[in-house]
């Protein structure tokens, strides 16, 4: 067969070489790497990398990606729990990583080691002292600034890694200078305040950081190193585009690679911009990339650039490098919505992409508090780690064990929303004849609000990949056909899966049906009849993420909310984005506050403290929450062997619930 692919994307699938000892040197075979990611099913209870673990990062491998990268930290989980141990000499803890070395690279994948010291940010606990570069107060903790002794100390915690890290056998280092950890500590002017030589201009806040570089290669010699670089903290007073240009010079003379990311620590906004939202416009990092490229060029210097920040289409991957913003490309959360990313466009299967939504449960779901005031790790964490739409991911990777069943079944799905879809699709896979009834002339459920707010374009575009996938199958679709008992009992199915989904609240509320209210989802595509004041009932995030898109059409939004934290559904860094974009599209909110009447010209609400007060409101609009359709749902209880209920008619959830309920119930038929 023709490498097609070639030809389409010459750039993205050419492959590179860095090092400068040909004996140490390694060749990418093409130019998207899989940036550092942890998987805490990865390691047991002493830090040793798992055969989880291994099969975590070979499943990327496998998947055609040039690299992974398996992160360590020092001191052993400073910033992160359950992190990777490869510095035990009495468990000779390395030992282990040579099984996902000899799995990954049989694939023709190249391993990453990610070495960093949290600094300021180091979680407190027995044997970490929190220091940084200047002594400072974070997050209600002093932080030391650092003496030469401790520079040494640490240089030598970051050779010792590596040299572990070369008796794992990693092919390449890559040192996180980025995110508000140490050595961004000392490159930041927000945290170097240091009057010495190794504070001040950008050559000396550069110059314990190159002190660690100098430290690593005496004992690691030319193996490759790459360096993860702020391109900005994204926070004022802090590195720009220009200070991060230089500073790329400097260390082009000492490292092999060098990437861009961009925001800080200090800013718990900046974790918006890290790990970017669906707000943010994709390839964000790309204007520093391009920058510090520029300035190669001009120097003469060859050392490749690399760009990460939710680069997850081929097509804008292949343009940023076609048009030498960047050198590679590195993904992660992509990676984790599909593993097979890279195979699938070698194959010509782009449509066959599961596309990252972009909402963060992979990073925050089982780790951080979504209600909550700060970023740190939740003290209750359950460390339940989902990713919305690949039921593999982390602890779900043991759902590969449910075995295949041993006869095919006649498979009826009652609704095709993404729950009734992802049913549909697992049973198919797995040898069932399956017929999925849809009342409506579409399929999609609920998810038709992400053809009108420009926010949910990745939600759009995973719902257009679910629909594509049901063409594609053997599922038999019946579009505008309700389903019955009668119905379904005259097919004698052997399983019936029932995901007929929720209906919206209507809170009992004096006045709640006038003409001027309405339910949130039926305001779209009728807008410019809602007037200029319109108040929403239900602070989710639902009743968030419509007031934001109607305030950009410019209205006056106010958002009553009975509960204590708005966007309460959302992930804790999907929730922080949707607040901000409330502030700067001036939407109103009241939180502990609950609306107890509604006029023809206003509503009246009562806070926590019994004041009331009216808000003006030409349309109210109802987000109150869903409620399971339970009469809908029970009709079908005993028109098969085996009835389930799956998605929001079982417990009204979102899309990692009802994409797990409906392969549940299918993969166990």
């Given amino acids: 067969m023709k490498p097609v692919y070639k030809e389409k994307y010459p750039n993205l699938f050419k492959p590179f070489t860095v090092g400068k000892d040909p004996k140490t040197a390694v060749t990418f075979k093409n130019r998207v790497l899989v940036g550092p990611m942890a998987a ?45 141990v490869i510095d035990d000499e009495e468990l000779v803890s390395f030992q282990d990583v040579h099984r996902m070395q000899r799995l990954v690279h049989a694939y023709g994948c190249k391993t990453f080691v990610e070495i960093y010291h949290a600094g300021c940010c180091m979680t407190p606990g ?80 550069c110059r314990f950081p190159v002190m660690v570089i100098k430290r690593i290669r005496e004992v690691v010699g030319e193996m490759p190193i790459e360096l993860r670089l702020n391109g900005s903290d994204m926070m004022e007073g802090g590195i720009t585009i220009p200070d991060a240009v230089q500073q790329a010079l400097i260390f082009a003379n000492y490292v092999d690679m060098i990437h861009m990311t961009c925001g800080t620590r200090l800013d718990a906004m900046g974790r918006t911009m890290m790990h970017p939202t669906h707000f943010v416009e994709p390839a964000h990092n790309a204007d520093a990339s391009s920058a510090v490229k520029k300035a190669f060029k001009e120097a003469g210097i060859t050392v490749p650039v690399g760009v990460v920040g939710s680069i997850h289409s081929p097509e804008l991957a292949e343009r940023i490098i076609a048009e030498e913003k960047a050198d590679y490309i590195l993904m992660a959360r992509q990676a984790v919505a599909d593993p097979e990313w890279v195979n699938k466009i070698r194959e010509g299967r782009e449509d066959d992409i599961r596309p990252c939504l972009r909402c963060d449960l992979c990073l925050d779901s089982g780790r951080r508090g979504a209600l909550s005031k700060n970023v740190t790790y939740d003290t209750g964490a359950t460390y339940d780690c989902y990713c919305a739409i690949n039921v593999y991911y982390n602890q779900g990777d043991i759902k590969k064990k449910i075995p295949m069943p041993t006869k095919s079944k006649r498979v009826a799905i009652v609704g095709g929303g993404i729950a009734g879809m992802q049913a549909a699709l697992t049973a198919s896979e797995r040898g069932h004849e399956v017929t999925l009834y849809e009342q409506s002339g579409k399929l ?85 009849t809602l007037g200029h004041n319109v108040v929403i009932i ?93 009469k809908e749902r029970d009709m079908f209880a005993n028109v098969a062997f085996d009835v389930v209920c799956i998605g929001d008619c079982a417990k009204v959830g979102d899309i990692c619930t009802a994409v797990n309920s409906g392969f549940d119930a299918a993969a166990t038929l």
């Avoid at 040039?66 to 910033?79: D, F, K, Q, R």
């Avoid at 709640?512 to 807008?527: I, L, S, T």
């Avoid at 909110?589 to 509503?603: G, L, Q, W, Y």
């Fill in 40 to 84: 805490l099913v990865g390691t047991d209870g002493q830090g040793l990398l798992t055969e989880n673990g291994a099969q975590f990062y070979a499943n990327m491998a496998q998947g055609g990606y040039a690299s992974i990268c398996a992160p360590v930290e020092i001191p052993h989980n400073g910033g992160h729990a359950r992190s990777i």
């Fill in 126 to 205: 027995a044997g970490r002292e929190l220091i940084t570069a200047s002594d400072m107060m974070w997050n209600g903790h002093h932080v030391r600034g650092m003496n030469i002794e401790d520079m040494e100390n640490v240089a030598n915690m970051y050779a010792n890694a590596a040299k572990y890290a070369k008796r794992a056998g990693f092919d390449c280092i890559l040192l996180h200078f980025g995110h508000g950890w140490l050595m961004n500590n000392f490159l930041s002017p927000l945290t170097n305040k240091r009057t010495d030589e190794f504070g001040g201009s950008v050559e000396n806040r």
């Fill in 444 to 528: 999609g459920g609920q998810l038709f609000f992400s053809d009108y707010i420009w926010f949910k374009k990745e939600i759009k575009s995973y719902l257009a990949y679910m629909v594509r996938q049901i063409v594609k199958s053997n599922v038999r679709v019946l579009l505008n056909t309700k389903a019955t008992p009668e119905l379904l009992e005259l097919n004698d199915y052997d399983s019936v899966i029932v995901a007929v989904g929720a209906k919206p609240i209507i809170p009992p509320i004096p006045g709640v049906h006038k003409k001027n209210v309405m339910v949130a989802w039926d305001c779209f595509g009728k807008e410019d």
């Fill in 538 to 630: 239900g602070g989710g995030l639902v009743g968030c993420e419509l007031s934001i898109y109607l305030a950009e059409k410019g209205m006056a939004l106010t958002v009553v909310e009975m509960g204590d934290f708005l966007a309460s559904t959302g992930q804790l860094t999907e929730r922080m984005d949707t607040m901000r974009h409330m502030d700067d599209n001036g939407v109103q909110s009241f939180t502990n506050t609950k609306c107890i009447e509604i006029k023809d010209d206003c509503v009246v609400v009562e806070d926590e403290n019994r004041q009331q007060r009216n808000i003006k409101a030409d349309t109210v609009l109802l987000a109150a929450g869903m409620q399971s359709l339970l």
